[in-house]
């Protein structure tokens, strides 16, 4: 049986809306896409499957590469490691990849997640157990000694090893990263520099250059990503440098840095929604709940405004996701991030890109996600309204009217065409 859609208006990834397409799928694939002026689509049989969709936009499934899927309501670190069991943050895991795919989301990129749960909830989603966005799995916090989530005192003897990976010098690394990759990650996270709501100063470099290489030889070596939480310029320039894959945050950017990075060949992630939503916040309240982050938050938000479009210049793709699940940025408001960069100023068209292709493209599966063609997997949504006009549609989950992923309905509330109508 193949699926139709018709009349669809047609946001491929890439490039301006067009109208009045019609999308085959059969089994997983993609195996017509055919507007006015191409050679049409074939007609469909009586077994066949088919959606009017006139009114509504086909698009790519869009992908989600800062996920912490086990975060939940998380105000300090604690919440993270101490407050629940890892089998009941197992659970909410689950409902979190889930919700994600509900929101638009059939991919997603991982940015840390303790005891491993990430990497159980990609193999749950790949084995049909739960539902959930195609996952690359991210596993502990590999950080130095005093770093990000090493806040506990010693004095506890906690002994804990679920959240975070701690080790000093390249050796300690190496051996790190390899840990991580046993353990089934598809990407590995490092800590390289403070700031960002971390306990160490922005101009902070937490890690050493010959850490850094370490951990990047030995990801790549066994044929893994690895990514890292940095925010001043030494950080980005020395992470860039060390061929790290996607550099999160990535706040300290000027004209050098940005020569590098497109050099280098990093993606950047800049986790936009958590400078613009604390702003948000203070903007519509008069006050916010971290009121001494603000003026790092404006600083973060104004350097970003003023960068991205010199990334987009450089050629360097950029990511989002962001750090949904600490408690003001609640899981489910994912699409909310699209926000932040429209008000950054980038233009609708070059956000949708960014959330559909660079996601494919990050994960190394840019031939066949991530973009609506012809020998595609069929990953897609069908959404009330254009997006590419107006990127809030996508904030309320109601308008998407149907999710694909690997050519099945996740969801639909399409009504189908009678067989015999459809067929003539
Ligand atoms: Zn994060």
């Known amino acids: 049986m193949r699926t139709f859609f018709r009349g669809a208006n047609l946001l491929d990834g890439t490039n301006p809306a067009r109208a009045d397409v019609t999308v085959v799928l059969e089994d997983e694939r993609i195996t017509h896409v055919a507007g006015p002026g191409d050679a049409p ?10 959606f009017e969709v006139a009114g509504k936009t086909l698009m790519p499934g869009m ?3 800062h996920f912490h899927p086990a975060y939940d309501n998380v105000a300090n670190l604690t919440d993270i490691d101490l407050k629940h069991p890892p089998t009941y943050l197992t659970l909410v895991a689950a409902k979190n990849a889930e919700l994600l795919l509900h929101s638009g989301y059939t991919g997603s990129v991982g940015a840390g997640a303790a005891n491993f749960i990430e990497v159980q909830l990609r193999n749950a989603v790949e084995k049909g157990l739960i539902q959930g966005p195609r996952i690359t799995a991210c596993g502990r916090d590999v950080v130095t000694t005093g770093d990000s989530v090493d806040m506990h005192p010693d004095w506890w003897s906690l002994k804990m090893s679920g959240l975070a990976r701690i080790c000093d010098g390249p050796d300690e690394f190496r051996k790190a990263v390899r840990e991580e990759i046993k353990n089934g990650v598809d990407i590995v996270k490092l800590y390289v520099t403070g700031g960002h709501g971390l306990p160490l100063d922005y101009e902070v470099m937490s890690m050493t250059e010959a ?3 370490a951990a990047v030889e030995a990801a790549h070596e066994r044929g893994k990503k690895i990514r890292g939480h940095i925010i001043n310029k030494r950080g980005i320039l020395a992470s860039a440098r060390a061929g790290l894959d996607i550099i999160d945050h990535c706040d300290g950017l000027d004209e050098e840095a940005v020569d590098v990075v497109a050099e280098c060949g990093s ?5 936009l929604y958590f400078s613009w939503n604390i702003l948000d916040d203070k903007k519509r309240n008069g006050t916010s709940s971290f009121e001494s982050w603000v003026p790092e ?3 973060t938000f104004e350097s970003h405004a003023r960068w991205l479009p010199e990334l987009e210049k450089a050629g360097i793709p950029v990511l989002l996701g962001d750090d949904f699940g600490v408690g003001w940025m609640p899981h489910g408001d994912y699409a909310r991030e699209l926000l932040a960069y429209r008000d950054a100023g980038v233009d609708p068209l070059t956000v949708l890109r960014w959330a559909t292709r660079n996601g494919a493209a990050v994960t190394g599966r840019a031939d066949e996600l991530g ?6 997997l069929a990953d897609l949504l069908v959404v009330d309204g254009d997006p590419s006009q107006d990127l809030a549609v996508l904030t309320d989950r109601d308008n998407l009217s149907a999710i694909v992923k690997n050519g099945e309905f996740v969801t639909c509330a399409l009504k189908r065409e009678a067989s015999a109508s459809a067929a003539q």
């Open 267 to 271: 993606y950047v992630a800049p986790s």
């Open 41 to 50: 689509a074939p007609q469909p049989t009586p077994e066949d499957q088919v």
């Open 297 to 299: 938050m404006e600083r």
């Open 371 to 376: 973009s609506i063609e012809v020998g595609f």
């Open 211 to 213: 850490e850094l290489e």
């Open 63 to 65: 992908v989600f590469c």
